[in-house]
């Protein structure tokens, strides 16, 4: 017998909750917490999918490690690289190397999940930006609660995302996405655009564009069948391997009342017995063999641990960096896109005075250079331009 499948898609305006039938989802129920009644199920497996809008992603370097000293490493410092005073979170290897670990970090506020857990006890927790599994290099784009996402993927690995408000998104927005994916070396083969957009992809014979209905849900929601969730299980979820020696006991228990039947039906008294001691301390045996195993030493990460803050303190904090930049940006001007990489940060600007831009981060104490990367964009229809700036920021 299959589990069943119940997915909660939780957005800044509430949960929508999705149940599959024949691996197709319908949708069962929606709105704000407050005005969900609980979703009941036997044997069901429940997801919950944290919307784009909910989460905040940062791609980061780290020194090579097993993947248990990278997750405390990242456990360690979501204090600095998230502004949410009860984060979860997901990461993933991006790329790696002898040199580093490059890793991409989701994380969200969970103060919230003792009211989503009233109406879907979720077992796993998946961000929208990792619930996608293309095999090919492909761009997909869809509109959701007035925001056009474009999401790139390619064999299972998030290569980048960007949203746009859907009455202003521009086919120069997607161009430019497509170019900053440049970095990577990966080239884009199809773009998949669920409905309708205010303008229209050309096709080439590099790049196929193809258009589908608008389904009425985002995209990760029919994709979440085809992705493997044991990696996404939440934080505080039981699992039954952590409690070996309690199932053996239950076994144990099942194994004596039998023996106690035995003992009622049974005239050979004294053989039924011998049998039931001889199980039972084999039983015991295992117990104590699966009780001493969890009696391990704790691996040290002291070694890790010290690097890692000794890197760590030569660096800018990520959130002290946004603030300067919130801060100090003539009016008018907004951060599309920031990339950091230690003390340098690669800075997308939509402004109409870009001067002023660069006149007013240069005059910062706590910026070492700041410098134009490439060409001025002009948005004709937002009367802005958009442009890449380099900034190294002080030690």
Known sequence: MSMGLIAGYWHKNGLELYQYVRGKPVRIAGGPLESLSPARGVLQRNVLIVGRDRLLHVRKRYPPASKEKLMQAVSLELGELFPFSRPDYFCRVFRSSSAYTELDIWAWESESYDALRKILPFHYAVPEDAAFSSAAPELMVWTYGGITHLLAAENGRFLGAASHPADAVTEGDVG????????????????????????????????????????????????????????????????????????????LYCILGYGLFLYLTVRNFDQSTQELRKISRQMDRQILMTDSGKGNSPEDFSEVLKELNEKRGTFPSPVRALDLLARVLPKGSYLNTVFFNGNNLEVWILSREPLDVLRVLAQQKEIRNVRLKGPLNMEQKAGQYAFSVAIEMAG
Do not use: M
């Open 176 to 251: 430019r996405f497509l170019k900053s994916l440049d970095p990577y070396g990966v080239e884009i083969q199809k773009i998949r655009i669920y409905g309708e957009l205010p303008f229209s992809l050309k096709q080439t014979p590099d790049l196929t564009v193809a258009n589908e209905t608008d389904r009425g849900y985002p995209p990760c929601i029919a994709a979440l069948p085809s992705v493997s969730s044991r990696e996404f299980r939440a934080r505080g979820e039981v699992q039954l391997p952590s409690y070996q020696g309690l199932l053996l006991r239950i076994v």
